[in-house]
């Protein structure tokens, strides 16, 4: 049997003075072996995860499609910085059984353990939003702070 999947690279940006290549580089290496029409890269380029990518829908339509066997990602909060949306898209790797590689050196490994990947990844999630959150909050009051 013909393993017709693809291995998907996915990248995002929120405005358009980034630069969505740093995350296609950090990719490389993870791409040995995969080349042709069994690689795809999807890049949203300046949209915010405040709305709906055009490329996250393309990624969510192959998934459900069952077209995905791997799914490379810089961190996980390029997906999407909602958590509701971003347990709605673990259901869908874990029941098409995708392989996860992100590939920010800081990140944790993705947990492609169904039973504790789940909760393990709906908690990592949860502290990147609190820590962007926090973040937020300390720039706001030290540029407050600056104008004082």
Not at 13 to 28: G, R, W
Not at 68 to 74: N, S
Not at 109 to 114: E, G, I, L, T, W
């Amino acid at each position: 049997m013909v393993n017709n999947k693809k291995t998907v690279v996915y990248a995002r940006t929120s405005t358009k003075k980034q630069n969505y290549e740093l995350q296609l580089e950090a990719a490389k290496p993870f791409l040995k072996g995969n080349q042709g029409e069994n690689l795809i890269f999807i890049v949203d380029h300046g949209t915010p995860a405040t709305s709906k990518p055009n490329g996250l829908q393309q990624l969510l339509d192959l998934i459900k499609k069952d077209q995905v066997d791997t799914l490379i990602i810089y961190k996980r909060d390029r997906l999407t910085r909602s958590e509701d949306e971003y347990l709605d898209i673990l259901k869908s790797i874990y029941a098409n059984r995708i392989k996860v590689v992100l590939t920010a050196e800081e990140s944790l490994p993705f947990n492609h353990d169904q039973k504790s990947g789940f909760l393990s990844e709906s908690l990592i999630i949860k502290v990147i939003n609190m820590e962007k959150t926090h973040m937020s909050n300390r720039i706001k009051a030290a540029l407050k702070s600056k104008q004082a």
